[in-house]
T-cell receptor, first 115, second 114 residues
């Protein structure tokens, strides 16, 4: 079945450090890929997405590139801030003309940024 | 002007009780979802409705029954609550149930069963 694997957390960084959160996927078709963020006590918000190979999603300084050859969608940010502390979820949804598909989430990665 | 809202935000109840969680979206979307997030933050789809019709029904105990009175609402009723039902339940909506349609999430309902 379809699945998403994220790097284990928690991740703790100092402010202005470089961030990478690894995400790889397994899918039977051609998925669209997403990163969602969950700030403490809140619901999920879409951070960025990519719908086909080599697409780069970007938002708020975060970037992720859809790599079909490595089935990956790693999240990066060049300089993190304390306000980036949250749980980050990688997810996929299949583009299919068949039955409806739901988002399949990774296990989430807790990021804490220290001042 | 909240896009996807859920009530209540917190719910503490005794084992064996029956409770409902309500979800409303004002985005004009035709598809709504319920997800469950466990204590380890793992998120899993429970149900999805498209135009008031059930289209996704994952392996969920039949104590859980979704009801969609109209396209803007998807409620979740839980009978005979168990300790293992304690979790955060998220409602979401999208326009269409296929392809790359972005899902918008509500703030979550934190359910604690004692």
């Amino acid at each position: 079945g379809d699945s998403v694997t994220q790097m284990e957390g928690p991740v703790t960084l100092s402010e202005e450090a470089f961030l990478t959160i690894n995400c790889t996927y397994t899918a039977t078709g051609y998925p669209s890929l997403f990163w969602y963020v969950q700030y403490p006590g809140e619901g999920l918000q879409l951070l960025l997405k990519a719908t086909k190979a080599d697409d780069k999603g970007s938002n708020k300084g975060f970037e992720a590139t859809y790599r079909k050859e490595t089935t990956s969608f790693h999240l990066e940010k060049g300089s993190v801030q304390v306000s980036d502390s949250a749980v980050y979820f990688c997810a996929l949804i299949l583009i299919s003309s068949g039955s409806a598909r739901q988002l399949t989430f990774g296990s989430g990665t807790q990021l804490t940024v220290l001042p | 002007d909240t896009a996807v809202s859920q009530t209540p935000k917190y719910l503490v109840t005794q084992m064996g009780n029956d409770k409902s969680i309500k979800c409303e979206q004002n985005l004009g979307h035709d598809t709504m979802y319920w997800y469950k997030q466990d204590s380890k933050k793992f998120l899993k789809i429970m149900f999805s409705y498209n135009n008031k019709e059930l289209i996704i029904n994952e392996t969920v105990p039949n104590r859980f029954s979704p009801k969609s009175p109209d396209k803007a609402h998807l409620n979740l009723h839980i009978n005979s609550l168990e300790l293992g039902d304690s979790a955060v339940y998220f409602c979401a909506s999208s326009q269409g149930d296929r392809g790359t349609k972005t899902q918008y999430f509500g703030p979550g309902t934190r359910l604690l069963v004692l």
